[in-house]
């Protein structure tokens, strides 16, 4: 607390953060920031970012809001560069847990910031071939074809399109 309080940006404190959201408590919002905002002074990279957030989601699990904002900032600064990575994160989440409400959010933001709605249809497709009662995937999916109507898709298109994997499910 004391190096956060007099906001010293060290390699000493990174490791602090980093050992107290890995070790002592994931869901410490104040040792994510303090790590957010050293990690960015030090120029650290956003990979360190992505590696520790996996590495506490492995060891902690993924229902953590903290993590997934974190994680969030990472994907925001990293780009579309990072688009994919962030994607395969969510994913390894959704695997293990298909109804992770954080892991579709995190799907959603990045969908949304990079314009890649259109393989979120096909990705809560095959999350509701698994399981056709997952709430998670059909509000994904809807928002996913509200966004491509709103960038000009057809809107009938895509009502008929939804309609038919309803009816089919």
């Not at 906001?7 to 404190?13: L, Y």
């Not at 002592?24 to 050293?38: K, L, T």
């Amino acid at each position: 607390r004391a190096a956060a309080a007099a906001r010293e940006a060290s390699p000493r404190v990174l490791a602090l953060a980093d050992a107290v959201v890995s070790h002592v408590n994931p869901a410490d919002y104040s040792a994510w920031c303090v790590r957010w905002r050293v990690a960015r002074e030090l120029g650290e990279a956003l990979e360190s970012d992505a590696r520790l957030t996996t590495r506490v989601a492995a060891r902690h699990g993924t229902k953590n809001y903290q993590l997934w904002h974190h994680r969030a900032q990472v994907a925001h600064a990293a780009g579309p560069a990072g688009a994919r990575r962030e994607l395969a994160f969510a994913n390894t989440a959704l695997a293990d847990d298909p109804k992770n409400y954080h892991a579709w959010a995190h799907r959603a933001a990045v969908a949304a910031m990079h314009g890649l709605w259109e393989g979120e249809l096909e990705y809560a497709e095959g999350a509701l071939g698994e399981d056709a009662r997952n709430n998670s995937a059909w509000a994904h999916r809807a928002a996913a074809a509200a966004a491509l109507v709103a960038a000009g898709a057809d809107a009938a298109t895509a009502a008929d399109r939804e309609l038919a994997l309803a009816a089919r499910a």
